[in-house]
């Protein structure tokens, strides 16, 4: 009997669902990684009926504020979603965005992606131990290009391992770019020393053998194509970093809400079409539902507040 009632009283909690149309917000304009993203999210769920209809909406500017402020506009209506990356913590932190993940309720981890740093590969940094032992002795002797902007999540996954390995990051050259092409094309011409970028980025040159992969902020090394790359932990800098897609909901959804977003985004993370944009990406699939979410965030917030607190960039920490 008590079995018969959980089940049932569980039943009747799932038995929310959309009413109406659901938005999807991007903070980004069309065409890049987080749209696209979205937009693959849209199509498996209206071709395989899982969440149907949804709308894309692009929200640019502000570093995500502009989104932010929309999706607050609809406190308690489950049907706007907005995606999520860690630009969003790294803003607060540093005091450009009035937002915070928990002005929202957290719904899904989606996949990370890691940080690579590469040379040219007639650099005499050959490996990565050779940049620590470099930056450690000179933390201003090497120039390394990020994109797009000084304490984003670019910058973290070079900064985070330095750190760990005992270099004074806040001494590091750092050159930010307005993108990854950019800041890959800056150190094949020998303007900077170093870059670090997603390995999507990467591939073309690396294919070409013009540039060599020395570190990846991952916990441990990937599999195909990557299984050479050595990670930083490897190299005596205990430090990982995960570059993130996730979603939120509006602030202050309710347990049967919250429950058929898990429930939509846990269909969707074992979808072939889901797997199979993830091979193709380079991501790693790491779905984690509500509750873990928001432990996820909480967690990588105080380690951002840190690095940034330690480069003298956080402005607000609250």
Not at 11 to 36: F, H, M
Not at 48 to 59: A, F, G, L, Q, S
Not at 186 to 202: M, P, Q
């Amino acid at each position: 009997m008590a079995a018969l009632l959980i089940a049932c009283c569980g039943s009747v909690d799932a038995q929310w669902k959309p009413e109406r149309p659901v938005e999807l917000i991007v903070t980004a304009a069309e065409g890049g990684n987080q749209d696209l993203t979205a937009r693959l999210i849209q199509a498996i769920w209206q071709t395989r009926k899982i969440v149907y209809p949804v709308m894309i909406t692009n929200k640019p500017g502000g570093g995500g504020a502009i989104a932010s402020s929309y999706l607050a506009q609809h406190s308690r209506d489950p049907h706007y979603l907005m995606m999520l990356a860690p630009t969003l913590l790294t803003g607060r932190i540093m005091g450009t965005t009035a937002f915070n993940y928990s002005d929202f309720t957290p719904l899904a981890m989606l996949f990370n992606e890691y940080i690579f740093t590469s040379v040219r590969t007639d650099s005499p940094i050959k490996t990565g131990r050779d940049m620590i032992q470099r930056l450690k002795q000179a933390p201003d002797s090497l120039s390394i290009a990020i994109a797009t902007a000084i304490g984003n999540h670019i910058h973290m996954g070079i900064a985070l391992p330095m750190k760990a390995a005992g270099v004074d990051i806040k001494r590091m050259k750092v050159v930010a770019f307005k993108s990854s092409g950019q800041s890959l094309t800056a150190l094949l011409g020998g303007h900077v020393d170093a870059a670090a970028s997603t390995f999507a980025a990467l591939l073309p040159y690396v294919s070409a053998g013009s540039l060599r992969i020395v570190g990846m902020s991952a916990a441990q090394r990937m599999g195909g194509s990557l299984a050479n790359i050595p990670t930083w932990k490897e190299q005596g800098a205990n430090a990982v970093f995960d570059s993130w897609r996730g979603v939120a909901g509006a602030k202050d959804l309710s347990s049967a809400q919250v429950k058929y977003w898990d429930a939509a985004f846990a269909t969707l993370s074992q979808t072939d079409e889901w797997r199979a944009a993830a091979e193709k990406n380079y991501n790693v699939i790491r779905y984690l539902n509500s509750a873990d979410t928001r432990r996820y965030w909480d967690e990588q917030y105080k380690e951002l507040d840190a690095a940034l607190t330690e480069l003298g960039l956080a402005k607000r920490t609250k």
